[in-house]
């Protein structure tokens, strides 16, 4: 055998580095629209009716990018491809932002992802439209999925993702039972209004001898009352009951009364316990419903979440006694029972390699079964009347109280389309804060929040 | 023929021989080098000479940038007051706490570096901090500085005395971020200590023999002769703070308040989280030439107050 001399050696090596040099940059680059062949609607294959194919000689492997990390979803994953052997689905979980856009910018996006900035990506148009596939779908049925959930996903009449994995109600007024009888309120009577929940967040929040907080009522801010994006709509203009951002005229209207009374009505329950006293209590526990979080150790009484908390609850706090109710809304709009969809959706970025392929498991996460495989596995619901009325919400305590929310709502939202909506989130926050450590008045926040956004959203459309 | 002539031609191959070989072994040099060259150059130069192209578009990542000239940096200096907090904050850790972290390090070094018993010990638990991952730190101290159950607040409120915010008040929070650097000055510590250990024993014998007392000695023989490390500690501390990001948003994510949202921080969420790579490129720029004219301004002071023990005057 003829071994290659140190210069040859050299000279391949060399040769290789520089074509995989020159192969690399030519993957980069702003993403392809879609070919008009991989538009065409895809031959769905219901998972019901799959018949399993003869083993092809080489499967079409597709990946599945999620923030989420559990297994679950490699099961769901798995499953799809026993009924579709063609197509093997490989799962990456724990994605986060910074990935998927190194990811997009460099043209090597995933098949299809589920991940959270969706009104950003969508109203971008950098997610291939899936309209004419939906229509043409023979595994799920349009009309099944509700209208609020395909809104969350629609620009300019045009759908960019299936609502799929997670997808159901936003909001509860959630609430220890045992904390509001000890504190002498009747839990059969929850409030309805911010005055009466700042009754129960009065009598309900605790201070030991040298002035720390020990028990907190209500932090208003809490897990739903303060998250706004990645599957969550703007809570605090829903129970003020106005339209932050107009799509169509592209406007922010976040400089009027509702949000001055809004940033006030948060004021004013922050400065009950402390600016800082609040702030260092929710460091302390954490929030939403991690199993340090004040609500689900016992030292905070209510909070605004979602459908997930009963499933939550039960695994993280069992021996909890948790209620839930109608979300408080200001005295002039009493009676009004607000609610709104949200969660995820499977988008296929633009330059997915294989659309075809990705939109059929897309369609499979719509099934009963996969479905069935989240639900079981994770406790979180799909947009979709039909499996609402077949799965068995008695599993978690509460859970039917959100179920049966979605016909009792007076007001049934969606996520606003706001294309800078984590913009948006991160100066709420801040202003939030401004407010609440008094360096700014509720009214000079609501002109700040509503200059930026108007300033950043002209950026944005600028071209 | 000329003798001259005659000899240019004699020399001539040899020559050009000779440069042949030269070339040869160029080549070759280059070629070895190539594999770190072409990575410097790939993935340092160009990324370097993008982002500054990319601080002058309007670019969201997704969609291909638009040429918008030097309005990001306009908009950075005129119209962003959160651009005027951040550096405010970034200063006030930097003009601070760098000095503060140094004085700390050079203090413990100096005291490792006497001859009590378990040095070694000692010098290996004040190294630790430095190598124990961002993200643990972050948790270790979350919980010293929590209010319901750190160590510290738990002390106090089960004396009856008020707990300290420590991460929740916006006077707190970046004094408390700089006590964390202090207890992460492992690396600092062995720099010191290496500086500490090459001052001549010879100086402290004849400030000794003049009478010299032990603060006499630390300040006029140990200072000056640590000068050279203090001044590498100095600029690399100086730029790892202006760099800042992990821990303050690991442990306040540039809260309470605003009180800790450091140059690092805001210059990832607009990046990565507002969509805004330009304005985010224009960030890193400015940020750079901070860093620069900090690092210029720090040199050209140490011909004052650095002494290099071997230098010739």
Not at chain 1, 52 to 80: C, H, M, N, R, Y
Not at chain 1, 146 to 152: D, I, K, L
């Amino acid at each position: 055998m003829r071994l290659l001399t140190r210069r040859q050696m050299l000279a391949s090596t060399l040769a290789s580095g520089g074509a995989a040099l020159l192969a690399s940059c030519a993957g980069a680059g702003t993403t392809a629209p879609a070919t008009p062949e991989a538009t065409k609607p895809p031959q769905a294959t219901p998972a019901e009716q799959v018949t399993p194919a003869p083993k092809q000689a080489e499967a079409v492997t597709i990946q599945w990018w999620t923030g989420w990390s559990s297994t679950t979803l490699a099961d769901v994953a798995a499953k799809f491809s026993e009924h579709a052997p063609e197509i093997k689905v490989e799962w990456l979980g724990g994605v986060d932002q910074e990935k998927f856009l190194t990811a997009a910018a460099g043209g090597t996006p995933p098949d299809a992802a589920t991940l959270g900035a969706y009104p950003e990506l969508f109203s971008r148009k950098v997610c291939m439209p899936l309209s004419d596939w939906i229509k043409a779908s023979t595994v799920f049925d349009p009309a099944d999925v509700f209208e609020a959930s395909w809104n969350g996903a629609k620009v300019e009449g045009e759908i960019y993702g299936l609502p799929a994995v997670e997808g159901f109600v936003r909001y509860g007024l959630c609430y220890n039972v045992d904390l509001v009888k000890e504190a002498g309120l009747d839990p059969e009577s929850p409030p309805q209004t911010w005055d009466e929940a700042y009754v129960w967040h009065e009598k309900m929040t605790k201070f030991d001898q040298a002035g720390n907080a020990v028990q907190v009522g209500f932090d208003p801010l809490d897990a739903m009352g303060g998250s706004i994006g990645f599957g969550d709509p703007f809570f605090w203009p829903k129970s003020w009951g106005f339209v932050y951002y107009d799509v169509e005229a592209k406007k922010f209207d976040v400089d009027n009364p509702q949000m001055i009374e809004a940033f006030s009505v948060i004021k004013r329950f922050y400065d009950l316990v402390g600016a800082q006293k609040m702030a260092a209590f929710r460091q302390s526990y954490g929030t939403w419903t991690g199993p340090s979080a004040g609500f689900c150790v016992g030292t905070q009484a209510v909070q605004i979440n979602g459908y997930w908390t009963p499933g939550e609850m039960a695994h993280v706090a069992p021996d909890k006694n948790i209620s839930y109710s109608w979300v408080p809304v200001p005295e002039g709009r009493r009676g009004a029972k607000v609610q709104s969809m949200g969660g995820h959706y499977v988008f296929l970025p633009v330059g997915s390699p294989h659309p075809k392929e990705a939109f059929r498991f897309g369609e499979y996460l719509m099934t009963d079964e996969a479905c069935d495989i989240i639900y079981d596995g994770l406790g979180w619901l799909p947009a979709r009347h039909s499996y609402l009325a077949k799965a068995d919400i008695s599993k978690y305590k509460g859970l039917d109280w959100f179920v049966k929310s979605v016909d009792e709502a007076t007001e049934l939202t969606e996520v606003v389309m706001d294309p800078i909506t984590q913009i948006t989130s991160t100066t709420f926050t801040k202003l939030c804060d401004a407010v609440i450590y008094g360096d700014k008045t509720p009214q000079e926040a609501a002109a700040e929040f509503q200059a930026t956004l108007t300033d950043e959203l002209q950026k944005m459309f600028e071209e | 023929m000329t003798a001259t002539q005659a000899t240019w031609h004699r020399a001539k191959p040899a020559r050009s021989g000779m440069l042949l070989r030269e070339l040869r072994r160029i080549a070759k040099g280059l070629a070895f080098v190539s594999p770190w060259a072409l990575g410097f150059l790939f993935f340092t130069i160009y990324p370097i000479g993008a982002s500054f192209y990319y601080s002058l578009t309007r670019y969201d990542v997704l969609r291909p940038p638009k040429f918008i000239g030097l309005r990001n940096y306009v908009e950075l200096f005129t119209r962003d007051e959160m651009f005027v907090i951040v550096i405010r904050n970034t200063l006030f850790m930097v003009i601070v706490g760098v000095p503060i972290a140094l004085v700390v390090a050079f203090l413990l070094a100096s005291l490792l570096n006497n001859p009590v018993r378990l040095r070694p010990v000692f010098r290996t638990i004040f190294f630790i901090p430095s190598i124990v991952p961002a993200v643990a730190t972050a948790m270790v101290w979350l919980w010293i500085y929590n209010t319901q159950w750190g160590m510290i607040n738990t002390f106090l409120a089960s004396q009856g005395l008020p707990i300290i915010p420590f991460l929740s008040d916006p006077n707190l929070a970046k004094p408390s971020l700089i006590i964390i650097n202090c207890w992460a000055q492992g690396g600092s510590i062995v720099i010191f200590l290496a500086a500490l250990q090459d001052v001549p024993r010879t100086l402290y014998e004849a400030a000794l023999v003049d009478g010299a007392g032990s603060w006499q000695r630390f300040w006029n023989i140990t200072i000056p002769m640590c000068t050279p490390a203090i001044l590498f500690v100095l600029i690399t501390d100086l730029i790892g703070t202006f760099q800042s990001f992990t821990l303050p948003w690991l442990l306040t994510e540039g809260g309470p308040n605003n009180a800790t949202e450091l140059y690092g921080l805001y210059l990832y969420r607009n990046a990565f989280r507002f969509f805004k790579m330009g304005y985010a490129s224009a960030l890193a720029w400015i940020l750079f030439l901070v860093i620069v004219i900090f690092t210029i301004l720090v040199f050209r002071s140490s011909a004052r107050w650095v002494y290099y023990g071997g230098a010739i005057e």
